[in-house]
């Protein structure tokens, strides 16, 4: 791993910090009585702050969660530079892709 | 326990690190995909979520919780060493970590059930 | 001879770069006994074709290191009894490194990537020069002085995971080095330093899994050397733009 994709992942992961311990304590509150579409959508719905948070999430963790991916593969297996960054572009760009969906599936029905 | 060099509290806590990091990542499409759902198929998200009262998918979501939170605790460990003064007292900080994950992870349960 | 108890199994890698195995001996133990005593036993007594390094056989020239039951040792500093698992040793040459022949490990590579990690000197000054004065309690100079004594053994190259999974990783010695080059304050260019650990193989592909500071018999610490560079590399970087 060099250096540029060293700091692209430790900033992602600095970002994510509040964002991960929100995510947490909304997972612990929202699991209260079971879970339920409208119960979620009634709180995500319409709200800027949630586009914003989980937006801003869906960015961060898909270029961590990319970069981690390619870490990992290009110590397990025998691939080349290009095969690695293709994944790591592939998987990160699918997932900001599903993400942006997810998040606007929640947010702005 | 594994023999050999690798047997020693750091070197799990890495591992733990690792494997925390390649689950979450893995699951995270499948994550995305059910989400999405609200907004095409708003049934089947529901249906989805009916799973969610089973006993063992609870203990899978708790998992999940458990992962998430382990990442993000020895992530800080991490980011702290790497950014901030040295410590001396890393096996600490990465029990902490896996205490803290496990104290998130228990809470979660106990509000599921 | 010392007085013999009993015996335990030995089991001894015996090849070279293209392959080899473990040969299997019975070794009289012994009530102080290391296993560089152990190695030498065999190749005296049971085998002259094994082929092992040692030299000072005190603990201070690092070239008795080998596998040992699965970590790497300096074996002259390794008593059996604290070491014998169910009766068994296993010796190996150290891990990461092409087997010259048996427990000689070939020592290119890792010197290879000390020299690529910027092992040289490159001074400040010339000898017409007046000297600096560094203070003792200089703390810069006190960062340095804790990483300097790596006798290049190459434990923790061998403890080290992210070396055996990259070919191109420099690895904690070279690192260390790297590390205790940038807090020297006759090092004439410290910018050049901090780009020789940032490349492909650089301090960043550290995952700080801990063994090389576990192992290392010189109780030094170049997980913190690492991460040091680490940061160091960053700001750095933040200075100059991106």
Known sequence: MDIRLYMAQRLSAIIMI???????????YAIQGGLSASEILSRTQGSVFWFLFYGLFVIAVSVHGAIGLRTILSEFLRLNDLALDAIMWGFGLVSIF?????????TWL | MIKGHRNHPLWYAYALHRVSGLTLVLFLPLHFYVLSLALTQPQRLDGFLH??????????????????????????????????????RQKTWAALAAGGALFVSGTFLLNAV | ?????????????????????????????????????????????????????FACRVGMCGSCAMMVNGTPRWTCRTHVN????????????????????????????????????GGHHDPSASRFDAMPQIAPDDTKRAVANESIECINCAVCYAACDTVAHNE????????????????DEKVNDTDAV????????????????????LYCPNELNPMRAIAGLKSATIKHQLKRGR
């Open chain 3, 82 to 117: 604290k070491v014998l698992d169910a009766n068994t040793l296993v010796v190996a040459p150290l891990r990461n490194l092409p087997p010259i022949k048996d427990l000689v490990a070939d020592m290119d590579p890792f010197f290879d990537k000390w020299i690529e990690a």
């Open chain 3, 168 to 183: 191109n990783y420099l690895g904690p010695a070279a690192l260390q080095r790297a590390w205790t080059l940038y807090n």
């Open chain 2, 51 to 88: 799973w969610t009262e089973i006993p063992a998918v609870k203990f899978a979501e708790m998992g999940l919780v458990f992962l998430l939170s382990v990442h993000l605790l020895g992530g800080i460990r991490l980011l702290v060493l790497e950014l901030l003064p040295w410590s001396p």
């Open chain 3, 1 to 53: 001879m010392a007085n013999t108890k009993d015996t335990m199994t030995v089991k001894v890698w015996r090849g070279d770069k293209h392959g080899g195995a473990y040969h299997e001996f019975a070794v009289p133990r012994q009530d102080n006994q290391t296993v560089l005593d152990v190695v030498s036993w065999l190749q005296q007594n049971r085998d002259p074709n094994l082929s092992y390094r």
């Open chain 1, 98 to 106: 599903m993400g942006a969906r997810a998040v606007s599936a929640v």
């Open chain 3, 194 to 213: 901090l780009a020789a650990v940032s490349g492909k193989g650089g301090c960043h592909n550290c995952h700080s899994q801990g063994s090389c500071s």
């Open chain 1, 18 to 28: 509040p964002l991960v311990f929100g995510h947490l304590g909304v997972m612990i």
